[in-house]
């Protein structure tokens, strides 16, 4: 028989690439959808699989709702990868992020609870978590300092989540996973809005694209990759914690540099802190000014994660780079602009 899966945030970046995972592996999906005034299947859309997906109306706000669509799916696994993802709204709607991402969370833990203690679950953890952090590298162990309401809800759902496995000895795993990217990134992302809006200005459409914190650092990886060990934890002898990162981390400025490369435009940076820029060496236009508009109220600046657990007791292992991310996305950027 096949194995069934239910994805909650289904046409977010990790609903779309776990979904196309799934679906070669022949699973049968069911994608939990917020319904708005129209469905959204963009992300699907782009991978050609929303055809493929049994979409079922869901809310993580709504309990009635969740323990009703676990009953009728009767799902193998659940992958909970829905939220109130981005990290400065978390500070303008912190009650808000916390009722979906923390409560969210246990609302389905204890309708597995009451349903079938059978489901295996998934839950999106993150190394946001981390925020200032104890040790570098980080691992499974190292303690938890979040940084703003978003870090704050994920450390709830990610205790609530070991307490579900430890108390009803429910194969509960949680994925502590860090920034992973790709073409498919929601735009308010730094990665993201840097490939997109300097494809903008190369090809005239944009003037200047306004910037954060550009000496944060990151541990980039690429969500193709990072969807596999969600499936990994959930399909191995025992329920467990992982660390999913690349051990490696890469500033926001080396970001924007590695960016202009593979777009050919030549700049020279001036000034310092708030009055750094960047200029287009081809007509001395300031195509890059920072702006504090983008500055967090408080700051996680050093992220970088050890995946050696994950290799040694998943064998995964990230196999896109660093380089190579940053081409993918901007060329994927560069094709919506120019389509022929
Ligand atoms: P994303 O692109 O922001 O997708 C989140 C999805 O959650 C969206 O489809 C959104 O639906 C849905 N959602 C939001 N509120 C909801 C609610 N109340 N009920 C039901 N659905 C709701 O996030 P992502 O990058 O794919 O990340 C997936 C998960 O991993 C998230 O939990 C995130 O916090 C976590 N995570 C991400 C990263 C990363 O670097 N990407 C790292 C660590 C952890 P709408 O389309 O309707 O808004
Ligand atoms: O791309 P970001 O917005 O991602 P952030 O805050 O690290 O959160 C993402 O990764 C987490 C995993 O650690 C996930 F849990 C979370 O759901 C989300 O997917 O910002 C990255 C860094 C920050 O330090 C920020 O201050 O980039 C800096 N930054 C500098 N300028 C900017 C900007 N961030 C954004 N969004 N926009 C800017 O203009």
């Known amino acids: 028989m096949k194995k069934k899966a239910l994805i909650t945030g289904i046409n977010g970046q990790d609903g779309a690439y776990l979904s196309k995972?799934?679906?070669?592996?022949?699973?049968?999906?069911?994608?939990a959808i917020r319904r708005g005034a129209s469905e959204k299947t963009d992300r699907l859309d782009t991978l050609g699989i929303t055809s493929k997906i049994n979409f079922v109306d869901s809310d993580l706000l709504e309990i009635s709702?969740?323990?009703q669509i676990i009953e009728d799916i009767a799902p193998t696994e659940i992958y909970n990868l829905a939220a109130q993802s981005f990290v400065p709204t978390s500070f303008a709607l912190p009650l808000l992020t916390s009722d979906i991402n923390a409560m969210g969370?246990?609302?389905?833990?204890?309708?597995?609870k009451r349903i079938n203690k059978e489901i295996k679950f998934y839950q999106a953890s993150t190394s946001e978590m981390f925020g200032k952090v104890a040790e570098i590298p980080q691992t499974e162990n190292t303690r938890l300092h979040p940084r703003s309401p978003y870090g704050v809800s994920k450390v709830y759902s990610h205790y609530m989540t070991m307490n579900y496995r430890e108390t009803y000895?429910?194969?509960?795993?949680?994925?502590?996973?860090?920034?992973h990217e790709s073409p498919l990134r929601g735009k308010e992302f730094v990665t993201r809005k840097i490939t997109s809006s300097l494809n903008k200005i190369k090809y005239g459409l944009l003037d200047h694209m306004e910037i954060g914190n550009m000496n944060a650092e990151r541990d980039w990886g690429f969500a193709g990759d990072y969807v596999k060990a969600m499936w990994l934890m959930l399909n191995t002898d025992h329920a467990d914690d992982y660390v999913i990162a690349t051990g490696e981390k890469h500033s926001i400025r080396e970001f924007i540099k590695l960016s202009l490369h593979f777009l050919n435009i030549e700049t020279e940076w001036e000034g310092e802190g708030l009055d750094e820029r960047v200029i287009n060496k081809s007509d001395g236009n300031v195509i890059i000014k920072v702006s504090p508009k983008y500055f967090r109220p408080a700051e996680v600046d050093e992220?970088?994660?050890?995946?050696?657990?994950?290799?040694?007791?998943?064998?995964?292992?990230?196999?896109?780079?660093?380089?190579e991310l940053v081409k993918m996305m901007i060329e994927h950027d560069s094709k919506l602009i120019k389509p022929n």
């Open 105 to 112: 969370c246990l609302r389905i833990l204890d309708s597995i």
């Open 303 to 323: 992220l970088i994660g050890s995946p050696e657990k994950a290799k040694n007791k998943l064998k995964w292992e990230p196999e896109v780079k660093f380089e």
């Open 21 to 31: 995972l799934l679906l070669d592996k022949n699973y049968e999906v069911y994608g």
């Open 169 to 179: 000895d429910i194969f509960a795993c949680s994925g502590i996973l860090f920034n």
């Open 65 to 67: 709702n969740i323990h």
